[in-house]
């Protein structure tokens, strides 16, 4: 059903350079691209253009050096663009070449489709693919663009095309749905966990940049470890013990990659959320990677873009023993928090300050609050329990909710920030609320 290269094709690469940030692609990573899908590369053709031609995105001389180079080889079985190439750019090329043509995105979800070992991954590449693939289904279809028509032909009155996105659709749907399932299975994990007072740690960063090695290194676990790209999809979940005599669950995620297609960012939302979700998370980078602090800002935008860009953070420099003169070591910030871990997860070096920084950082006291929810803040009380944060619940004649729940820092200045939460009252327990949120209520005369 997918057009996707099978193991061993021959492919030529096309690498523009540009002088806007937003489109500029990096080549060595388009090589690691391509080596981790399977393909063998025949020749790299590179060139610089001020912006994308519209009709063959690399214009007419390149296109027409390529479809020459197509047909001196003669068993060159795709062409690989190193570029987001739109449905009609595609379909020119490929009627150009006569061969396939497929783009970044493309080449990434058929390396995420090889890699995919679990249930939920599975549907979650083959959503990203339709997706992708519903934006493109008239290249295979041009000639199907008519009424059924004759003898046998006589229906629905659709034309091919239109039923073909109407079950590509229904297929899409299906699988969402799916998908949501398994979510509603995560959440009660991770509702699980909350109630239990478990902290959660989710190792993030650029793929390739040590966090299956790591992971395997602190939990010693088995997970696949190896030096290419998207070497890990399936999220692993894995207990940690910490020096304190306390633990932590720990989760290997899927590595971000610079322009990570939006499909996929969409697919694995469910898979990304343990990472919005965790207390704390681990942003490893390539320490020996020259180019390490644009790609731990491609993290931090995807990071953003999911909604965890405000969970705390430590930067974990891993690799250190690819570099001379560097020693493992703990760096803070000047309010003397945890800011860096720098270390080697091959040699496990620095492995134990990395312990103590996540003890530390991990070792923040909850606040125990009481609540007074009226009956429309409803969803005030379900995202309570959604976070696992209720201890009890009583309710009063008149239907209001009183609720006693435990919360960390962070999930606390959520709930102040809902819509809704001006009509709330708040009764401390125990614990004296910040200075911050004693002003809010003040200024609300809520506070009792």
Known sequence: MFERPQGGERAILVHLEFPDEKQREG????RELVEASGAIPVTVITGSRRTPDPKYFIGTGKAEQIRQLLENDGQVDVVLFNHALSPAQERNLERLFKCRVLDRTSLILDIFAQRARSHEGKLQVELAQLRHMSTRLVRGWTHLERQKG????????????????????ERIKHLGRRLEKVGHQREQGRRSRRRAEV??????????????TLFNRLTCAEVYAADQLFATLDPTLRRLDLQDNSSVVLADTVGFIRHLPHDLVAAFRSTLQESRDAQLLL??????DPERHEKAAQVNLVLKEIGADKVPQIEVYNKID???NVTPRLERDERGRVRRVWLSAVSGEGLEPLREAIAECLATEQVQIKLRIPPTEGR?????????AVIEEEIENS????????VDA????????????????IIVSDQELPASVNEVCENQHLLH
Do not use: C, M
Request: a negative charge.
């Open 27 to 30: 080549l060595d990573e388009f």
């Open 150 to 169: 004759g003898i046998g032909l006589r229906g629905p009155g659709e034309t091919q095309l239109e039923t073909d996105r109407r079950l590509l659709g």
């Open 199 to 212: 902290a959660t740690a989710s190792l993030v960063g650029y793929t390739n940049a040590g966090k299956s």
């Open 283 to 288: 942003h490893v980078i390539d320490a020996s």
């Open 322 to 324: 690819l570099l001379d």
């Open 380 to 388: 005030l009380r379900a995202l309570l329990y959604e976070w696992g």
């Open 399 to 406: 239907g209001t909710w009183l609720l006693v729940i435990r």
């Open 410 to 425: 962070r999930h606390r200045e959520l709930l102040y920030q809902q819509d809704g939460f001006e009509n709330v009252e």
